[in-house]
């Protein structure tokens, strides 16, 4: 507000000057805002093919790390709705009888480390593999099952250390040719997850530069093709922050409208993908749903966006302006 | 109102524009300052303008020292005095009202007392039936006396004038002259620039002499 001070004495001699109150100030404050943001609205309607096509680009930029933020969230979600890290699966020796199994599996039942034990004889396995891998033909073809019955069990204790301690038990038993800690790939997967959410925000951050130099360059030409008007305010006292205001409207214009084309971006390919994954769910005996952005992520994108076309264009237009400070 | 004392301004490479010029102006008066081009009348209005700054010495203007004056108070110092350039420069994407009215908005007046500002202004300048029309349309002479009335439209207490009359005939020279003097006649502090000796001899009005950046008259 401090740049409509006015000169507040009266000349002793001289034309008589205008002294401008607190509230005219104020009130013509509003009113260039309402000026500038009708001018620019006026300036993007002149032109509104360039000014679509590098919102375009700008969505783009903006679109690609959010659709992957939001990927990488279903999968993070995905995961961890998996609750039995503390599941060791135990492939038997296919040269056990089935009565021999039963009687390993009650036998398990009777260990104090465990909280259960679910068994799934070959038979059983062959079944599922078949409704569920799509092989039954090539299956049905074979004469031997060959699947191992397996039995799973929950460890009592959940630490990482404990399991593995227990795992080898398990593994060492005559029984059991194979003692897998499901806890393992889990492990891995959200290692994998993280060097993931790693190169997304890397990407993330050269796409946001990216904004930065689109938005600043549109708004450098915008400051070049306004210069004689820029130079004749400035003679005239027009402060920075005058002479700054009509270039943030726009910068700030771009980041908005970019942001929202993006977020458009984004729940549109959602849509297209939400049937196909919801199948690949079903598939999977899971209820998982894809879920968008969401009200506080397109809060976070549309803030996003209108920081780094505010950014942009303060950068433009201040390294114009410092050209014209005295030297 | 306007006070050099010992001011030079050395550029980059080490070209004097001027050196050692002292002078002082008290309010209400209408000075010219003349020379060959090259002298460093333009160094002097810029340097008042604070379009750039004083290698050594201190101006004042209006009794305040402009050495100390930072990028955020060079806008109120400048809201106090008007220009006239050679060359005008008007805007030509807008109006001759436009034009006129920019110092008002930057000032902050309100859109009605602008309005009314700019008709006066406009008036005094004799160019009240031009205010709709592009400024590009009009001859060199109503093109200068619009950048007159854009330069007193806020009633600035200081008016400078950078060769005013460069482009002009004797006679439109005269007219615009004339205009100067009339808002010295108000109170307005009034310093032109211009080598057109056959036309400030005829002001009769005090003129200071700058040759190779020193003054060398003061009469």
Not at chain 1, 157 to 185: F, H, I, M, N, R
Request: charged share 20%; aromatic share 6%; net charge neutral.
């Amino acid at each position: 507000m401090s740049d409509f001070r006015a000169s507040s004495a009266h000349p002793k001699r001289g034309a008589e000057q205008h002294v401008l109150t607190k509230q005219d100030q104020r009130r013509h404050w509003f009113q260039h805002h309402g000026e500038v943001a009708k001018d620019c609205l006026r300036q993007w309607l002149s032109a509104p093919t360039a000014t679509l096509m590098t919102i375009l680009v700008l969505a783009v930029a903006l679109a690609l790390p959010s659709f992957l933020f939001t990927s990488l969230a279903n999968i993070t979600r995905l995961t961890a709705s998996w609750d039995d890290e503390n599941k060791i699966s135990l492939y038997l020796h296919t040269d056990l009888s089935q009565s021999q199994i039963e009687s390993f599996s009650q036998r398990l039942l009777l260990r104090a480390d465990l909280i259960a034990v679910d068994l799934v004889d070959a038979e059983q396995g062959l079944l599922e593999f078949k409704q569920y891998s799509g092989f039954s033909d090539v299956l049905d073809s074979l004469q031997q099952n060959p699947l191992p019955a397996v039995i799973s069990v929950l460890a009592k204790d959940t630490g990482e250390q404990s399991l593995e301690k227990l795992q080898q038990q398990l593994y060492a038993l005559p029984q059991v040719e194979q003692a897998v800690l499901d806890l393992q790939w889990i492990k891995r997967l959200n290692a994998m997850l993280l060097v993931l959410q790693r190169a997304i925000i890397a990407l993330s951050l050269l796409l946001a530069c990216a904004v930065l130099l689109i938005i600043g360059n549109t708004i450098r030409l915008n400051v070049e093709s306004r210069r004689d008007e820029i130079l004749v305010a400035k003679l005239m006292g027009a402060t920075n922050a005058w002479v700054r205001r009509p270039f943030l409207y726009t910068g700030i214009f771009y980041g908005v409208t970019a942001s929202i084309a993006a977020w458009l971006i984004i729940e549109m390919s959602l849509i297209v993908m939400q049937n196909p994954v919801l199948q690949l769910s079903l598939l999977y005996q899971s209820n998982f749903k894809l879920i968008g952005l969401g009200g506080i992520g397109g809060l976070l994108l549309l803030l996003v966006g209108l920081s780094l076309g505010l950014l942009a264009a303060f950068i433009s237009v201040n390294k114009f302006l410092n050209q014209l400070e005295p030297k | 109102m306007i006070a050099f004392e010992q001011v030079s301004k050395e550029y980059q490479g080490g070209y004097k524009a001027i050196q050692d010029v002292s002078f002082s102006i008290s309010p209400g008066e209408m000075v010219f300052l003349t020379g060959h081009s090259g002298a460093g009348k333009s160094t002097v209005l810029k340097l008042i303008m604070l379009m750039e700054r004083a290698s050594s010495g201190s101006i004042a203007i209006g009794g305040k020292n402009l050495a100390p004056m930072g990028s955020g108070d060079i806008p109120f110092h400048r809201r106090q005095i008007g220009v006239v350039f050679q060359n005008h420069q008007l805007l030509f994407d807008r109006s001759v009202f436009d034009n006129i009215v920019l110092p008002l908005r930057i000032c902050g007046y309100d859109a009605v007392d602008a309005a009314r500002r700019v008709r006066a202004a406009l008036d005094k300048v004799g160019l009240l039936d031009r205010e709709k029309l592009n400024p590009r349309v009009l001859s060199t002479g109503e093109q200068q006396r619009i950048g007159i009335a854009r330069a007193i439209v806020h009633k600035p207490k200081i008016l400078l004038a950078d060769e005013p009359t460069g482009n002009l005939d004797p006679q439109l020279s005269a007219e615009v002259m004339t205009l100067f003097q009339q808002f010295n006649r108000i109170g307005t502090t009034v310093l032109v620039a211009s080598h057109d000796l056959n036309l400030i001899r005829r002001m009769n009005c005090r003129t200071l002499t700058l040759q190779q950046g020193r003054l060398v008259d003061d009469v």
